[in-house]
């Protein structure tokens, strides 16, 4: 085997390993995402506690996945795909280790409101678009690990979904705090839950942008698409904007 030769297997041997430890760290993000969700439901203290302590694992793995990138790139000079899939997976670990933060912001929420069983049926909402966001997450994961960009362009493309969910309960959490103003404090912790799932939902199209730029070096044309634009849902409402995150 020649030096070439040998260097062209140890860093196909890199980025496998890069491959696996960002799958991995999906698999994380998408388990804080459906504890804190749970966490929520049961107002379980503990798993959002659990959820909270775990962020530590998911920024550990991204402080990795960027070393063994900046580490390959420095040693290999890679280009083209192999260069933009060193990059992509930098961007990629970064959405996720934003992922675990959201998740941990809704375990803060579940340690907030523990003990208030005021408007429990307010959750169904919330899991609803949770499930969502976390299969988005899971497809764009699968469509990282298959280079697949026909699969993440169907994540890009799904997003106004969320958007539309994260519409509908906005307007319903604000409803019930107009009519019942005893609701007020619930519907403001439910309220920063659904942001932080939206938000959720736009890091899965941000790596859906990630694969499609590494597989075909090039952006995604056109704006994404968006369930709503008004400023009455995308700017954060005066009484929330005064409670601290």
């Known amino acids: 085997m020649n030096v070439s030769e040998h260097t062209a297997r140890v860093f196909d041997s890199d980025l496998i390993k890069l491959t696996q430890l960002v799958a991995q760290m999906g698999g994380f993000a998408q388990k804080q995402i459906t504890d804190a969700i749970d966490a929520l439901t049961h107002r379980d203290v503990a798993l959002a506690r659990h959820v909270i302590a775990a962020d530590a694992s998911v920024d550990a793995l991204q402080r990795q996945i960027e070393e063994k990138a900046i580490a390959t790139i420095a040693l290999r000079q890679p280009m083209a795909f192999d260069l933009r899939a060193l990059v992509a997976m930098m961007r990629i670990a970064n959405d996720l280790e934003r992922v675990g933060d959201l998740a941990k912001n809704i375990g803060k929420r579940v340690i907030a409101v523990n003990g208030d069983d ?14 969502l966001v976390v299969s988005q997450l899971a497809g764009v994961l699968d469509s990282f690990v298959d280079r697949n960009p026909g699969k993440a362009l169907q994540v890009w493309k799904a997003d106004k979904e969320v958007d539309a969910l994260y519409v509908s309960l906005f307007r319903e959490l604000l409803t019930y705090s107009m009519e019942d103003p005893g609701t007020i404090s619930m519907c403001i912790h439910h309220l920063f839950c659904a ?13 859906a942008e990630a694969v499609h730029y590494m597989v075909e070096g090039h952006a995604i044309a056109g704006e994404r ?21």
């Open 195 to 207: 942001k932080n799932i939206e938000r959720i939902g736009d890091h899965a199209t941000n790596i």
């Open 225 to 245: 698409p968006k369930g709503d634009t008004s400023s009455y849902v995308n700017e954060t409402p005066s009484i929330v904007s005064k409670v601290p995150a």
């Open 118 to 131: 005021s408007q429990r049926t307010l959750i169904r909402g919330l899991k609803h678009m949770a499930a």
